[in-house]
């Protein structure tokens, strides 16, 4: 993603999904000559899959609080895309993203390792998810990541594909999330999503501001993200915000 966001902290370039996701070096250092792709391919589908499909169900679970996730759907990702492995009663709707819901130019798009624990609400469900449904099926099908960008594109261009809706957001405090090699599972945030707007509408990105935000372009929507002191299990984030 090619937003911009302040660096009170060292923070992620918010995307899709995850989530989600891709972390900054730092847009006000010093240019450095490009290192080569750590992950240039698309990895063998075993690798982004989870064999022990409970172990899924939990990881996605871990998100929220158990007062929000217990009640959730969850859905697990399998060789056809997500489906439905527990039923829900609270609206929320519970999943693990892969790295394809980075964006295109994101060295960690590819990166089989990474899981992103994210739990939205009904509002995010119909208006969020649909995007990430929709590049996985694309990614499951052998599509390219430039393919799979036109594929959106086209699809936002003949609305079949939403905008954000009112309230949509989501929880990522899972402990165990792995967002790319550096970060590790950096810190529990909850995140917005928002048709493409201003940052300066929340006072995001300024020094001293909670609030961090970053457009997706491609998706066409704003998304801010607010770091929160606690994971979904209660315990304190002790990492450094720096």
Same mark, same amino acid.
């Given at each position: 993603?090619?937003?911009?966001?302040?660096?009170?902290?060292?923070?992620?370039?918010?995307?899709?999904?995850?989530?989600?996701?891709?972390?900054?070096? *730092?847009?006000?250092?010093?240019? %450095?000559?490009?290192?080569?792709?750590?992950?240039?391919?698309?990895?063998?589908?075993?690798?982004?899959?989870?064999?022990?499909?409970?172990? /899924?169900?939990?990881?996605?679970?871990?998100?929220?609080?158990?007062?929000?996730?217990?009640?959730?759907?969850?859905?697990?990702?399998?060789?056809?895309?997500?489906?439905?492995?527990?039923? *829900?009663?609270?609206? =929320?709707?519970?999943?693990? /993203?892969?790295?394809?819901?980075?964006?295109?130019?994101?060295?960690?798009?590819?990166?089989?390792?990474?899981?992103?624990?994210?739990? =939205?609400?009904?509002?995010?469900?119909?208006?969020?998810?649909?995007?990430?449904?929709?590049?996985? %099926?694309?990614?499951?099908? *052998?599509?390219?990541?430039?393919?799979?960008?036109?594929?959106?594109?086209?699809?936002?261009?003949?609305? /079949?594909?939403?905008?954000?809706?009112?309230?949509?957001?989501?929880?990522?405090?899972?402990? %165990?999330?792995?967002?790319?090699?550096?970060? *590790?599972?950096?810190?529990?945030?909850?995140?917005? =999503?928002?048709?493409?707007?201003?940052?300066?509408?929340?006072?995001?990105?300024?020094?001293?501001?909670?609030?961090?935000?970053?457009?997706?372009? %491609?998706?066409?929507?704003?998304? =801010?993200?607010?770091?929160?002191?606690?994971?979904?299990?209660?315990?304190?984030?002790?990492?450094?915000?720096?």
């Amino acid at each position: 993603m090619k937003g911009k966001i302040a660096r009170t902290m060292s923070s992620p370039i918010v995307t899709f999904p995850i989530l989600i996701l891709a972390f900054a070096s *730092g847009a006000a250092r010093p240019q %450095q000559p490009a290192a080569p792709a750590p992950y240039p391919n698309m990895a063998p589908l075993e690798q982004y899959l989870m064999p022990d499909r409970s172990a /899924e169900i939990a990881l996605a679970r871990s998100a929220a609080p158990r007062a929000i996730s217990d009640d959730a759907e969850v859905m697990v990702l399998t060789r056809q895309g997500y489906e439905t492995a527990a039923k *829900g009663t609270n609206g =929320f709707l519970c999943i693990v /993203e892969r790295g394809w819901t980075a964006p295109e130019d994101d060295p960690n798009f590819w990166n089989p390792k990474l899981r992103g624990p994210i739990c =939205f609400n009904a509002a995010a469900v119909r208006s969020y998810l649909p995007h990430t449904f929709m590049k996985t %099926q694309l990614i499951l099908a *052998g599509k390219s990541k430039a393919e799979m960008f036109r594929a959106i594109e086209s699809a936002l261009d003949k609305k /079949e594909l939403p905008s954000p809706e009112r309230d949509a957001m989501c929880y990522m405090l899972s402990k %165990q999330q792995y967002l790319d090699d550096k970060a *590790g599972h950096w810190h529990p945030h909850v995140m917005f =999503f928002v048709p493409l707007a201003a940052a300066a509408a929340w006072g995001a990105n300024l020094d001293g501001s909670p609030v961090m935000a970053a457009d997706a372009p %491609q998706d066409r929507m704003s998304i =801010f993200m607010i770091p929160v002191p606690r994971w979904s299990d209660g315990t304190l984030d002790e990492s450094p915000m720096n």
